[in-house]
């Protein structure tokens, strides 16, 4: 790799990763999106021969959950190999032909990277369990707090950073403590090592044509580190790195604080349910997984109107500086808006009906983040309660994530077009509603959320002033939501079952650009329960 040419007129290097900010990013799950042999759990053959599906959606760049080499102890994020993809999924040229067929269709592929714990199964700690000089791991001499007992010939104790089976890997402490002298500092030989592991584990695969990673637990490398600015400096040194190396490659984390990711290196951070109140003010209807370590109160998606986007709009304005010019204010990177994950709760939980949906999509691909969407979300899968703890799914007795992660709706066959495999082979059982949605019949309804959701992605495609970097005006934060992009376009959205009005002047000849029971008039605007709309405004602005 070269360094990137300077534009023509500044002189400066060309910004290859520009292409972010006008991504839409779709979240695959890969065991449970498509069945390419017949075994019952997905695959990396499968994923291939449904990126038109993606295509035709709009969708551009497309994250794998892990497809590393694994016991699949924590479904896949406990790695055992990190230069081999896992053999449910195929192989590492199964890989490379999905990021060719994807690039043919305008699609980059982003790998899962998890780089803060192996499995106990890798070979790394195997080796060091049994060689008291090895430092890739944090070891204590007595027990202490939730270092685990040693399985090898080694004494003392490791750390694990989630499961007992999930040694961390030592990337050294921000803080020395002279009671507990395994303590290294980040400059020891053992957290230099697994720095350089890191830009290892990532070349080799950006070599292969991935277009970057999503990084698990970015936040938590470095031990006793309250302010997280020793694991900031290690992911700007890894920035740095790919900039040289990879140049249009990016690095996506999982933190939930992107008022500290971006700034920390990373060109783009989610909000998540672990972190504020951002999601679940949103999205949270108190009807799925539930944990008494996450943030509760009423969401503003509730057809009793309960909530308000107050919440939301204070987290996102507290990005501040950190995010991109345009969306709020100067800075380096994206934030990125899911509407759910491998680890919470579907749009489509509880008592959320389709109906109410095509508001919730209204907001997420109008609003000056970047939109993510959960493999199934745009047919309005729903969450599936009551599942058994599959592949360490099961968090605590109101937490089991298998909810979330059910086999991909392609069809209505008994298979649902995800495998043809007996259904008590499939890695998780297929939602057992006999009304439960599919593709294929939502492609035939051109007034499904499916259709809905490809409409609202070319429009944001098609108007600038609607992406990331189109400027927002709150109007008001109630119900219903009403701002302006870009000073050109209406947006209104009322997620709530009774109509909502908001009155205000100057809004005459605003034109639909795509609607459901809304109407903008010169004195204000008018929205039925469930309705949205957005609007180009007349006048030099609106054109």
């Given at each position: 790799m070269t360094n990137p040419s300077p534009e023509p007129t500044t002189g400066r290097p060309a910004n290859r990763t520009a292409w972010l900010a006008d991504a839409v990013l779709y979240q695959i799950y890969p065991q449970t999106f498509a069945d390419s042999d017949g075994d019952g759990i997905g695959d990396l053959a499968g994923i291939t021969g449904h990126l038109d599906h993606l295509a035709w959606l709009g969708v551009d760049t497309v994250w794998l959950s892990p497809c590393f080499a694994s016991p699949f102890r924590d479904a896949g994020y406990d790695v055992c190999d990190y230069f081999s993809v896992a053999p449910r999924y195929g192989t590492r040229e199964d890989l490379a032909a999905l990021v060719d067929a994807a690039g043919r269709r305008g699609i980059r592929i982003l790998l899962d990277l998890v780089p803060g714990h192996t499995s106990d199964r890798h070979p790394w700690f195997l080796a060091a369990a049994d060689d008291p000089a090895?430092?890739?791991?944090?070891?204590?001499?007595?027990?202490?707090?939730?270092?685990?007992?040693s399985p090898g010939r080694r004494p003392g104790y490791y750390l694990p950073n989630f499961f007992d089976f999930q040694p961390a890997l030592n990337y050294g402490y921000a803080r020395g403590d002279e009671a507990e002298p395994w303590r290294q500092p980040v400059d020891a030989e053992g957290p230099q090592q697994n720095r350089a592991a890191l830009r290892e584990i990532m070349d080799h695969w950006l070599r292969t044509g991935v277009a970057g990673f999503r990084v698990d637990m970015a936040y938590s490398l470095v031990k006793d580190d309250p302010d997280r600015a020793e694991t900031a400096k290690l992911w700007r040194e890894q920035r740095a790195w790919l900039e040289r190396t990879h140049p249009g490659a990016v690095l996506i984390s999982e933190w939930g604080r992107p008022e500290l990711a971006l700034p920390a290196g990373f060109h783009a951070d989610f909000f998540l349910h672990f972190a504020g109140r951002a999601i679940t003010s949103l999205w949270d209807n108190g009807e799925g997984m539930a944990s008494a370590s996450w943030e509760s109160g009423p969401c503003y998606f509730d057809p009793l109107g309960r909530g308000s986007m107050a919440e939301f709009i204070a987290a996102w304005r507290a990005t501040g500086t950190a995010v991109e010019p345009g969306s709020g204010a100067p800075g380096p990177g994206h934030v990125i808006l899911p509407t759910a994950n491998h680890d919470y709760n579907r749009l489509a939980t509880g008592s959320r009906t389709p109906g109410q949906l095509g508001a919730a999509f209204a907001f997420l691909l109008t609003w000056p983040t970047l939109p993510a969407i959960y493999y199934g979300d745009e047919i309005g899968m729903r969450f599936v309660p009551g599942l058994p703890d599959k592949e360490g799914s099961l968090?605590?007795?109101?937490?089991?994530?298998?909810?979330?992660?059910?086999?991909?709706?392609?069809?209505?066959?008994?298979?649902?077009?995800?495998?043809?495999?007996?259904?008590?082979?499939?890695?998780?059982?297929?939602?057992?509603?006999?009304?439960?949605?599919?593709?294929?019949?939502?492609?035939?309804?051109?007034?499904?959320?499916?259709?809905?959701?490809?409409?609202?992605?070319?429009?944001?495609?098609?108007?600038?002033?609607?992406?990331?970097?189109?400027?927002?005006?709150?109007?008001?934060?109630?119900?219903?939501?009403?701002?302006?992009?870009?000073?050109?376009?209406?947006?209104?959205?009322?997620?709530?079952?009774?109509?909502?009005?908001?009155?205000?002047?100057?809004?005459?000849?605003?034109?639909?650009?795509?609607?459901?029971?809304?109407?903008?008039?010169?004195?204000?605007?008018?929205?039925?329960?469930?309705?949205?709309?957005?609007?180009?405004?007349?006048?030099?602005?609106?054109?």
């Open positions: 090895d430092q890739r791991y944090i070891w204590a001499d007595r027990q202490s707090g939730r270092f685990v007992p968090l605590e007795p109101t937490n089991n994530r298998a909810g979330s992660r059910t086999p991909m709706q392609w069809d209505g066959s008994p298979g649902a077009g995800f495998s043809t495999a007996a259904a008590d082979r499939f890695y998780q059982p297929l939602d057992p509603d006999p009304g439960r949605p599919d593709v294929a019949a939502q492609l035939a309804d051109p007034d499904s959320v499916l259709h809905l959701v490809r409409r609202l992605i070319a429009l944001r495609r098609a108007t600038p002033a609607l992406g990331s970097r189109g400027d927002v005006e709150v109007l008001h934060t109630g119900y219903p939501l009403v701002h302006l992009r870009g000073g050109s376009h209406l947006v209104v959205v009322n997620p709530r079952r009774q109509p909502a009005y908001f009155a205000h002047p100057g809004l005459a000849g605003a034109r639909a650009l795509e609607a459901r029971g809304v109407i903008v008039t010169a004195d204000g605007v008018s929205a039925e329960g469930f309705g949205y709309g957005i609007f180009e405004l007349p006048g030099p602005a609106g054109r």
